[in-house]
């Protein structure tokens, strides 16, 4: 790491603080990029273990071997915020990634997306992570790794199937059906009864239990580790601390395309601003930021995705040229992804950036389609929908302590991938410990059930 | 555990944990055990592979795939519309390169993933024992003969005895042991010492020859060779687990017979008929001028077509009985790939009436290489349940 770039840090926060940046105390690190490249496949620098991260680990070693992705930072939001930094930047890479870092800073402690997930999960995600791992790792040792193993299977696969709607610390359902004639809450009942006692005299007041679940739960992860009839406690530990890890994944899931423009956005300009960095640093800072905000497609090629640092990019551009900083901090601070593409990717923008939609036929010839900006905005967003997951629901529990769950085929689409689905219900089983329904629909439309074991 | 985040940072001057430790080689080593789990499961499958053995190597590489932890995913659509970037038209057509549209984020087990092949290697003699346990194959009875292999085994002490055999440690101990005793010399006597004894036992005969007789005449083609090697192939590893020695004999025949090496024998080729009795006869002549069949475990292994010259057939029916009397088990494996005869040819015939006779022998059509497994276990079943040979 090259030295002489923190001395510039200072600097640059205070530029940032100037520019109406508003962020806690980031404690920057440097690290080897062996670990950079941990904490990209991990998502926070200790996690638990799992072979599934081995997975992700080669996948990352040979995409770095064939020279794709280098990582300059990753950044943990929270109180103080927690940068890593790979030891190999040098000191433009270095000037750069600490704007940008103060970006992501202030998305961090302003996105409300942001903060209410900070709220569930506490300030110190990174420190609750390796909680975890440790937690974990005493598990294995009371109980062997195959059976920890399983019980994360299960919890691994389901880890997009959380409601962040919902608290993270959350109560059970309430046992019982609330009678409604003890509302009291309720003014007019409580006028009502005071006017003159019920005909018929005294009923007889009969509990009634509540259907399990009261309504189709989407919180799997939750309703698994509640109200799984013969799961220990250990295993049920194991799936809230996956769920815990999940909503603070979530926020960052789901604004990624603000997040990273916005700190690329900030990035770009404190360099602007910034006359004390020399002049070769700033040359060098300027080319690894049009590196970083580059489209996929160069010059006159296609891409068939797009980088989430150059759309958003574009977009902040866009917005405080056209509205100024104050609005697009208020908008920073309130939306999310989806709100953010829909509202302000704009058809001259989308034109401007060449973007288009396609349609490509599993034979894998692809068709470039009609304009349609709200058909782009979805096509943009799909892959982002419920946290990039089919939407199943736990929809029942028999009295046998059979599970139902339920794919909601018509959000989707179209039905499950059953082969992956019998997997997942595999793992599931085996912590649930009693069979487990899923109905989906086949490719014709009509309703299909898989079942384990 | 090692993974501590709490430790972080301010240790002056120690190496930091995760240069010490890597978490993602740890997973992917347990990835790769739990391949090789998977991968033990289908041993009899990818064994059968036939390119497996490769020139007295201990290893063997199967390739792999990565295994994909499950998630719920929709179905793959017909069509998928997503969203891309750069000079198109709509109207513009073109093919897709090899990326899958519309991945560009990074969510959780990615879906390219399965693509890369991984070579794993497994040691030989792990994979018999895996397949030992899998297939549930019983474990061999040597047929243990009157063996004049004699051997010295340590047996007991003595008070007398050569100076060389002389226990030290044991003697040590009587002394220790009477100088507990009033009046007792410090020093040692006569009667502390202890010498190791010595006595004749008799060893069972661990000791087997296999024979591999391989019919080599016009009508074996290069594939039915090549079966036959992979049978032979496992058979030996199956015989190496039961014997502390073990030889193996090959021998290739047409009308004429000759003994070969390893090497050479499987690369031999031949023209002309087939006359199996010159082969047995072959066999017959090394047995007798270099094995006692009392004194070691003789099998033999024989592949062919079947199609044995039908004037052949009192010749070798004869030379087979001699050698099946004095042979553990012989066996008989039809490789005829593409027909499926069965077993009702000249050959088959033979070693059906040598079954009939109670002679510890067994036939089995080998027609593909799937069969390669199902062959070994009827061979090991019916050897471990045969009756002894008279």
Redesign the interface.
């Known amino acids: 790491m090259s030295e002489g770039w923190q001395s510039y840090v200072r600097r640059i926060e205070e530029l940032a603080a100037r520019s109406g940046l508003e962020f806690y105390r980031v404690d920057f ?1 440097a ?2 990029d ?2 950079m ?2 904490i990209a ?2 998502g926070l ?3 638990m ?14 995409q770095r071997h064939m020279g794709h992705s280098r990582l300059f930072e990753v950044v943990f939001p929270g109180n103080p915020g927690h940068a890593y930094l790979a030891e190999s930047n040098g000191l433009a890479e270095n000037i750069l990634v600490t704007a940008h870092v103060l970006g992501h800073a202030d998305f961090a402690r302003n996105n409300l997306l942001f903060r209410r997930c900070q709220e569930q999960v506490s300030e110190h995600i ?2 609750h ?2 909680n975890h ?2 937690q974990i ?1 005493q598990a294995i040792e009371a109980h062997g790794a195959q059976r920890v193993e399983a019980a994360l ?1 299960a919890a ?6 959380v409601d962040i709607d919902q608290p993270l610390r959350r109560e059970r359902y309430p046992e019982f059906l609330v009678d409604p004639k003890v509302l009291t809450d309720d003014q007019f009942r409580k006028r009502f009864a005071a006017l003159e006692p019920l005909a018929g005299g005294s009923a007889i007041e009969v509990k009634k239990r509540a259907p399990l679940p009261p309504h189709p739960e989407r919180d799997l992860l939750w309703f698994v580790a509640n109200y799984a009839p013969e799961m220990e406690s250990w295993e049920r530990d194991i799936f809230l601390a996956v769920r815990e890890e999940s909503f603070y994944f979530y926020p960052v ?1 789901a604004s ?1 395309i603000m997040n990273e423009g916005w700190a690329s956005y900030w990035h770009a300009r404190l360099l602007r601003e910034a006359d004390f960095i020399p002049q070769q640093a700033y040359l060098d800072a300027i080319k690894c930021h049009s590196d970083v905000v580059r ?3 160069a010059e ?9 640092y150059h759309l958003g990019f574009a977009m902040w551009e866009k917005i405080v040229e056209r509205n100024g900083l104050p609005a697009a901090r208020a908008i920073m601070q309130q939306d999310d992804d989806f709100s953010f593409v829909r509202n302000h990717l704009t058809r001259e923008l989308a034109d401007e ?10 034979d ?8 349609d900006l709200t ?2 905005h979805e ?2 967003l ?3 929908y419920n946290f ?3 939407i ?1 629901s736990a929809s029942h529990v028999r009295n046998d302590g059979t599970l139902e769950l339920t ?1 909601d085929s018509t959000v ?7 082969e ?2 019998r ?2 219900l595999d ?1 599931l089983q085996r912590v649930w410990r009693r069979p487990i329904v899923l109905t989906t629909v086949n ?1 014709a439309g009509s309703a299909l059930e898989l079942t384990a074991p | 555990m090692d993974e501590d985040g709490g430790n972080r940072g301010e240790l002056s001057g120690a190496a930091k944990w995760y240069e010490l430790f890597s978490r993602g080689a740890r997973d992917w080593l347990r990835h790769d055990e739990k391949v090789r789990e998977a991968v033990r499961a289908n041993l009899p499958e990818i064994i059968a592979g036939g390119d497996v053995i490769n020139g007295g190597a201990r290893t063997v590489r199967v390739p792999v795939r990565m295994l994909e932890h499950y998630h719920f995913r929709l179905r793959r659509p017909e069509e998928q519309q997503g969203a891309g970037q750069g000079k198109a038209k709509p109207g513009d057509v073109f093919s897709a390169p090899g990326r899958e549209p519309g991945q560009g984020e990074k969510g959780p087990g990615g879906r390219d993933e399965g693509e890369v092949q991984l070579l794993l290697e497994f040691k030989i003699d792990d994979i018999v024992d895996w397949l030992w346990e899998a297939m549930k194959l019983p474990n061999l009875k040597a047929r243990v003969g009157p063996s004049e292999e004699t051997d010295w085994i340590r047996e007991g002490w003595d008070r007398h005895g050569a100076r060389s055999r002389l226990d030290r440690r044991r003697s040590f101990k009587e002394l220790v042991k009477r100088r507990g005793a009033p009046g007792a010399t410090q020093t040692f006597i006569d009667e502390d010492l202890r010498f190791r004894q010595l006595a004749r036992r008799r060893q069972p005969a661990l000791h087997a020859v296999v024979f591999f007789m391989l019919d080599v005449s016009g009508s074996m083609s290069d594939r039915d060779r090549k079966l036959a090697k992979t049978f032979f192939f496992w058979v030996v590893q199956g015989l190496r687990r039961e014997y502390r020695s073990l030889e193996t004999l090959f021998v290739a025949h047409t009308t004429e017979a000759w003994e070969f090496n390893e090497p050479d024998f499987f690369q031999v080729s031949g023209t002309g008929g087939t006359v199996a009795s010159t082969g047995l006869a072959k066999v017959r002549e090394i047995i007798d001028a270099r094995y006692n069949p009392g004194r070691c475990n003789i099998y033999l292994f024989y592949a062919s077509d079947g199609d044995n010259s039908v004037s052949d057939a009192a010749d070798a029916r004869s030379a087979l009985t001699a050698i099946a009397a004095d042979a553990c088990f012989t066996g008989y494996v039809e490789v005829s790939s593409g027909l499926s005869r069965q077993l009702a040819t000249e050959t088959g015939k033979l070693f059906a009436e040598l079954q009939a006779a109670g002679c510890a022998a067994g036939s089995y059509a080998l027609n593909d290489f799937e069969d390669v497994w199902g062959a070994v276990r009827h061979f090991f079943t019916a050897e471990a349940q045969a009756p002894e040979s008279p």
């Open positions: 690190e690290v080897p062996s670990f490249m941990e496949v991990y620098p200790v996690r273990p799992h072979w599934s991260f081995g997975v992700r680990y080669i996948y990352q070693l040979i990174v420190e992570a390796a791992a440790r790792q299977d691994l696969a389901l880890e997009q199937h899931f990624q489209p996929i497609a006159d090629k296609v891409a068939l995705s797009l980088n989430p950036l060449g973007l288009f939609r396609y349609n490509a036929r599993s894998g010839q692809i068709k470039v389609l009609e304009h058909e782009l096509s943009v799909a892959p982002k990039g997951a089919p199943v794919h989707d689409g179209r039905g499950l991938d059953l992956r689905s997997k997942v793992y490719q």
